[in-house]
Structure formats: structure tokens, C-alpha cells
Antibody, heavy 122, light 111 residues
Framework: QITLKESGPTLVKPTQTLTLTCTFS??????????VGWIRQPPEKALEWLAL???????RYSPSLKSRLTITKDTSKNQVVLTMTNMDPVDTATYYC??????????????WGQGTQVTVSS | QSVLTQPPSVSGAPGQRVTISCTGS?????????VHWYQKLPGTAPKLLIY???NRPSGVPDRFSGSKSGTSASLAITGLQAEDEADYYC???????????FGGGTKLTVL
């Protein structure tokens, strides 16, 4: 059984850095064609892809947020960490981590965490 | 404003068939990148419904089906049930943006 769980602060102040941890089980990040991504959903808005990291440590970021994001993995701990700098109230959202599979020209998210709510407010 | 356009809402009566469209362009769906569909119930995490245009993960009822043609894709739900009331999102890759994109989402109401 595959599970993922996000953890981190529920409230951050503007300009602060957000650090979220995704702890997973049931799969290994050393398995080919597998990785973990981060997706967020602001209130009443659509899903937005943020970043993902492949089994081979290749990293990809949303172009609009690239300067603010860093994604890393600790394969031995089954964890992926996302940091987002210079937080703003518009970053208030539910943040999800999800396992993805890369097959041919497709990347899709097949298992998701429950999500963690992050509010940015002073 | 997503590069993948979905209707904001669709509705249907129990037992009916509904379709949700996802319209893209030559830099995403039309470029051959796979289209994937997710169901999101309120307060829950998204669930993968369809991957690679038309494939169902194990456990997803065959009432759900996907198709793709040109620069668009569609999700069809037959035998509509009350439990299908949710938000549905398409997802693909966009080569112009160099990233993965979601549609704006479609709210399905079961009348």
C-alpha cells in the first residue's frame, strides 16, 4: 500500500520561507520512472503544479515559481522536501505531494497525500 | 488562466451520460503529450481516474472513460451516480511552458 503524508507549518508570515516535508511509504525513490511532485490548490481555485523530483535526482520546477522553489529528496528516509521562499498571502493554499510515474511522454500523479493547509498571514 | 480549458460546470441526472472537455493546443495535447484526469471530492485529495488519455487505474469503474483527438481530450461518465458529484481536472505537459499543467477544473453536479 502506497501512502504519502505532508507535514509543515500551517501558518507562515509574509516574506518567510515555507518548508514542507513529504514522507512516503510503499515505494522507493530509487525505482526507475518514479518520482514525487508537489501540487497546490488555493481556495476556490484550480490545481497548480509546483515541482517534481525524479528517481535519478533530476528536478523540474514551475517556470513561474522557479526562483522561489527548491526540491530535494532523502531516499534513505523516504522523504521529499519542498522549500518556497518569500511567501505571500497569494500562496495560501492546500499543498499536496504525490507520487508520479513517467511513462513515454507522460507524467501522471497516481497516488496523493491528504494535503496540508498553509495560510500566509501576518 | 490555464492553457488547458475546461468548462466550469456540467450537470446531469442520475443514470445519464456526461462528458467533460479539455481543450489545449499544439504545445501540449496536440504535441502528443498524454492527458490525465483526476476526480476531486470536497476536502479530499485528488484521485487519478484516467491516465495516458484512455487508461483506467485498477479500481476505477468502467463508467469512466477518456479519449483524445487533435488538441482536445474528453472524459465521459456513464450511468451517473450521486457519488460522482465532484470537481474534475485534466492534466498534461506543455512544451512552451516547459512544465506540467492542469486544466481549470469542471464542477459536476448530479441533479
Amino acid at each position: 500500500q502506497i501512502t504519502l503524508k505532508e507535514s509543515g507549518p500551517t501558518l507562515v508570515k509574509p516574506t518567510q520561507t515555507l518548508t514542507l516535508t513529504c514522507t512516503f511509504s510503499g515505494f522507493s525513490l530509487s525505482t526507475s520512472a518514479v518520482g514525487v511532485g508537489w501540487i497546490r490548490q488555493p481556495p476556490e481555485k484550480a490545481l497548480e503544479w509546483l515541482a517534481l523530483i525524479y528517481w535519478d535526482d533530476d528536478k523540474r520546477y514551475s517556470p513561474s515559481l522557479k526562483s522561489r522553489l527548491t526540491i530535494t529528496k532523502d531516499t534513505s528516509k523516504n522523504q521529499v522536501v519542498l522549500t518556497m521562499t518569500n511567501m505571500d498571502p497569494v500562496d495560501t493554499a492546500t499543498y499536496y505531494c504525490a507520487r508520479f510515474r513517467h511513462i513515454s511522454s507522460s507524467v501522471y500523479f497516481d497516488c496523493w497525500g491528504q494535503g496540508t493547509q498553509v495560510t500566509v498571514s501576518s | 488562466q490555464s492553457v488547458l480549458t475546461q468548462p466550469p460546470s456540467v450537470s446531469g441526472a442520475p443514470g445519464q451520460r456526461v462528458t467533460i472537455s479539455c481543450t489545449g493546443s499544439s504545445s501540449n495535447i496536440g504535441a502528443g503529450f498524454g492527458v490525465h484526469w483526476y476526480q476531486k471530492l470536497p476536502g479530499t485529495a485528488p484521485k487519478l481516474l484516467i491516465y495516458d488519455n484512455s487508461n483506467r487505474p485498477s479500481g476505477v469503474p468502467d463508467r469512466f472513460s477518456g479519449s483524445k483527438s487533435g488538441t482536445s481530450a474528453s472524459l465521459a461518465i456513464t450511468g451517473l451516480q450521486a457519488e460522482d458529484e465532484a470537481d474534475y481536472y485534466c492534466q498534461s505537459y506543455d512544451s512552451s511552458l516547459s512544465g506540467w499543467v492542469f486544466g481549470g477544473g469542471t464542477k459536476l453536479t448530479v441533479l
